[in-house]
């Protein structure tokens, strides 16, 4: 563990570069069930490394979603129940990972003594690993990744500049969060001047939906229910919907953001059945609602604006929980 926080960004960054320029094969990791920052940061690493003559192994708990697979590099991409268990490496890279825990079974294949350098923009990552490169004001891991190449001296091409692109755009919701500082305009400019089609990544990251989304929303939203004087609203999809429309996870995605994002609406809530009895709540509040105190009620957490839980006991036992415990703020 180490204490990052008081460090200067500059020094972690020229450790970083020390790190990567002393070691030869690396195994690139990042946390489970990856997003676009998750996904894009293992592959930039990937593409630094390459371009600096080293090898890389990049292995993941779960597959790149299919709507990543534009991205350099993703072929490469190894589940960890995949990795051969001779692989062969003499360091480690974690991206995106807030704990140690969130690599996955990985954690369990990995040697305490192997050298890992811990990359991260989570204001919570307790400083897992022997070297780290940590910065909370990042928006993204990949923001801090364009500050990487430019310390190795890597030469910037399209292939690299989508990978932190992607990682921008994602995590900042398409240039929308409290995180879309000018730094990341600035750098999202220069990676347009690289190469970056804009346009074609916003139209296939924000604006495609898959059809098991769209048959979910249209269940979801002929449930749509409001209490409070429509300060809080919610939905939810029953595993009935989920086996009906064929929907994976990843399809489930952004379905709480229909209730949240009503007119007048301060918390938005959504109610997946996970199995017989069993319902995992996603929260969203604009300004009011602090989700997270709410979610952790229930033994969940997350973040003021954004958390989740999971209940057990029949759909009217949940949400009746739930409403009561936001009730407690909105009423
Ligand atoms: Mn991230």
Not at 58 to 66: F, G, K, L, S, T
Not at 69 to 92: C, F, I, K, S
Not at 182 to 210: D, F, H, N, Y
Not at 211 to 238: C, M, N, P
Request: proline letters at 3%; glycine letters at 6%; charged letters at 25%.
């Amino acid at each position: 563990m180490k204490e990052w926080r008081n460090l200067p960004y500059e020094q972690m960054l020229k450790a970083a570069t020390a790190f990567i320029q002393k070691h030869d094969r690396f195994l690139i990791v990042s946390h489970v069930n990856p997003d676009g920052d998750a996904i894009s940061s293992t592959l930039a690493v990937a593409y630094m490394l390459k371009q600096l003559g080293k090898t890389y192994i990049a292995v993941n708990e779960d597959d790149i979603p299919e709507r990543f697979r534009y991205l350099w590099g993703y072929e490469d991409w190894l589940r960890t129940e995949q990795l051969p268990p001779d692989a062969v490496y003499d360091a480690v890279i974690s991206v995106d990972c807030a704990d140690y825990a969130r690599i996955g079974t990985l954690k369990d294949r990995l040697s305490p003594a192997t050298p890992h350098l811990n990359i991260d923009h989570h204001s919570t990552n307790n400083g897992f690993g022997s070297e780290v490169l940590i910065r909370e004001e990042a928006a993204a891991t990949a923001e801090i990744l364009d500050d990487l190449a430019d310390f190795l001296g890597v030469t910037w091409s399209k292939d690299l500049a989508d990978c932190i692109y992607t990682g921008l755009l994602t995590d900042t919701g398409g240039f929308r969060y409290s995180n879309t500082s000018p730094a990341v305009l600035r750098k999202a400019s220069r990676l347009v001047e690289r190469g970056v089609q804009a346009s074609e990544l916003a139209q296939c990251l924000l604006e495609q939906i898959t059809s098991a989304h769209v048959q979910l929303l249209q269940r979801a939203l002929s449930r749509l229910a409001f209490e409070f004087d429509g300060k809080l609203a919610w939905i939810y999809v029953t595993l009935q919907d989920i086996a009906e429309t064929k929907a994976s996870n990843e399809d489930l995605e952004g379905l709480v953001n229909y209730p949240k994002n009503i007119e007048g609406v301060e918390t938005g809530m959504l109610l997946k059945e996970v199995s017989e009895g069993v319902y995992k709540a996603s929260l969203r509040s604009h300004a009011i609602v602090d989700v997270a105190k709410v979610a952790q009620q229930f033994g969940g957490g997350g973040h003021k604006r954004a958390a989740g839980c999971t209940i057990e006991g029949t759909l009217q036992e949940a949400a009746e929980q739930l409403v009561k415990e936001v009730g407690l703020v909105l009423k």
